[in-house]
């Protein structure tokens, strides 16, 4: 029974929403309940508490935002999947061990999961093999694009215990989906099979079970051989443009513009045409770095004082 309503809970209580201080990035490197590993430009994000359906913990949120903080700050990684060690399930929800021990499953910089409200620039793919219900969903929702098999299932039943979505799912999955499609999903509580979120744009990539990190590794490698601060940009300013009117849109296409314009990247494209070579990018931009460097600097002072 407990697990079943693990399905069905995705969010912690609000009176236990406060956020608390981000742990240092050293969980990233000892800690097991989400893995992190890199292939090439790729980094590979699993959620790895099998046992637990890798219902989220405070622990779990803790490393998957450590993580987070190591691909942002890598100008090596480009691209990255979220996937899951469990055959049968991506994400089962919040961990009620962990809420009723009096602990937070959101980060001060992530949100739930560490993961859902995080600060992104690059790319994320969500790789599901299997059920991603109420938070698990919510994890999907959060993602760029979405691989799934067809034994997946996605749904926020949230309202069958008198809940709501409210890591995302409310707001994010009409923007996904027909709107009458989302008020299914929402006010019957109801998931849905990977079929039928494909045929309404969910799902980007449908593969047969136990197929789909691999698709989902091929979709990364269309995406990195583009320029992977154009591929930044251009995500950034689709989402920032969304419900903007043109002119505004204007103004952030030609900001996008001028920042890949400053790039090494920004040459290397058109030469790397010319002479009819694949391009050799850096994913570099200069001045990014100074401006990092300045501020990390600015503050080892100001940790001194």
């Not at 990035?25 to 992190?36: D, E, H, K, S, W």
Request: hydrophobic share 45%.
């Amino acid at each position: 029974l407990k697990l079943q309503f693990l399905y069905l809970i995705g969010h912690t209580p609000f009176h236990r929403l406060l956020p608390h201080p981000p742990p240092p990035n050293t969980m990233a490197i000892i800690g097991n309940l989400v893995t992190f590993e890199r292939k090439g430009h790729v980094a590979v994000f699993t959620l790895n508490r099998p046992k637990e359906r890798n219902a989220i913990s405070a622990e779990l949120s803790e490393e998957f935002e450590a993580h987070l903080d190591v691909f942002e700050a890598d100008d090596a990684l480009w691209v990255g999947i979220v996937r899951s060690s469990h055959e049968k399930v991506f994400c089962a929800g919040a961990d009620l061990k962990s809420i009723n021990a009096g602990k937070n499953v959101q980060t001060a910089k992530g949100g739930f999961a560490g993961f859902v409200k995080y600060p992104r620039t690059k790319p994320i793919i969500a790789c599901v093999d299997g059920a991603a219900l109420a938070g698990g969903c919510e994890i999907v929702l959060s993602c760029d694009l979405v691989v799934a098999s067809k034994k997946a299932i996605f749904g926020v039943p949230e309202v069958k215990r008198s809940l709501v979505p409210a890591a995302g799912g409310m707001f994010r999955l009409p923007r996904v989906l027909p709107l009458n499609i989302a008020m299914e999903q929402m006010i019957t509580g109801d998931p849905m099979p990977a079929e039928r979120m494909h045929h309404f744009g969910f799902v980007n990539v449908l593969t047969e079970a136990g197929a789909a990190f691999p698709a989902a590794e091929a979709l990364a490698a269309r995406v990195t051989i583009n320029a992977p601060l154009a591929v930044r940009e251009a995500r950034r300013v689709t989402l920032a443009t969304l419900h903007q009117e043109d002119k505004k849109a204007f103004n952030e296409s030609m900001k996008s513009m001028m920042t890949l314009m400053r790039t090494p990247d920004f040459k290397e494209g058109p030469k790397a045409f010319i002479e009819k070579r694949a391009p050799r990018w850096t994913g570099v931009d200069p001045v990014a770095q100074r401006k990092k460097k300045a501020a990390a600097e600015a503050a080892a002072k100001k940790a001194k004082l």
